[in-house]
T-cell receptor, first 115, second 113 residues
Framework: GAVVSQHPSWVICKSGTSVKIECRSL??????MFWYRQFPKQSLMLMAT?????????EQGVEKDKFLINHASLTLSTLTVTSAHPEDSSFYIC???????????FGQGTRLTVV | AQSVTQPDIHITVSEGASLELRCNYS??????LFWYVQSPGQGLQLLLK??????LVQGIKGFEAEFKRSQSSFNLRKPSVHWSDAAEYFC???????????FGTGTLLAVQP
């Protein structure tokens, strides 16, 4: 399988600050990247889909101004949680697809805690 | 709407016993199907996947799953559970003709000594 690296693995930030999470495909060109969120003891929910060089597509109920997604290159997508609040504390995980692959591959996830 | 159902929220089995975790998908043509395992505080590890062909799929760690079109099911099995298998298991399907995944609610597996 392909390798997708997510950074940081965990982050603690103060309420009101912004946090950036990176998702990198290390050995293939990811034309599409997906961002998921998992609240404690719950399943993963798709937040948005990003395609290289174009605007991200957000799922219903996800605030695009709060969760800024940038997919500037074929190997990097970033998710910025702006003006974070404690309710944004969650596990964020990305997956990368494309490059002729039939499936998307997951990063290790980022645990965000907003205090 | 496309969905994935995992009817069992929590299952406890004894070490060495067999295991079957249920998964049903709904709507439309056969999607790609996946089983992932997640240990506490960790990311997802792919156990196995079904795209087409042989309906019995072998995965890592001794797991297998059988796709049954007539039942819209993709149940995960393991003949003999090990204590290290205790984790949460997620069934997932693709959403339409994309690589987006729709996840089930997960089944938390506990293993008794």
């Amino acid at each position: 399988g392909a390798v997708v690296s997510q950074h940081p693995s965990w982050v603690i930030c103060k309420s009101g600050t912004s946090v950036k999470i990176e998702c990198r495909s290390l050995d293939f060109q990811a034309t599409t990247m997906f961002w998921y969120r998992q609240f404690p003891k719950q399943s993963l929910m798709l937040m948005a889909t990003s395609n290289e060089g174009s605007k991200a597509t957000y799922e219903q109920g996800v605030e695009k101004d709060k969760f800024l997604i940038n997919h500037a290159s074929l190997t990097l997508s970033t998710l910025t949680v702006t003006s974070a609040h404690p309710e944004d504390s969650s596990f964020y995980i990305c997956s990368a697809g494309g490059g002729g692959r039939t499936e998307a591959f997951f990063g290790q996830g980022t645990r965000l805690t907003v205090v | 709407a496309q969905s994935v159902t995992q009817p069992d929220i929590h299952i406890t089995v004894s070490e060495g016993a067999s295991l079957e975790l249920r998964c049903n998908y709904s709507y439309g043509a056969t999607p790609y199907l996946f089983w992932y395992v997640q240990s506490p505080g960790q990311g997802l590890q792919l156990l196995l996947k079904y795209f087409s062909g042989d309906t019995l799929v072998q995965g890592i760690k001794g797991f297998e799953a059988e796709f049954k079109r007539s039942q819209s099911s993709f149940n995960l099995r393991k003949p003999s559970v090990h204590w290290s298998d205790a984790a949460e298991y997620f069934c997932a399907r693709t959403k339409g003709a994309t690589n987006k995944l729709i996840f089930g609610t997960g089944t938390l597996l506990a293993v008794q000594p």
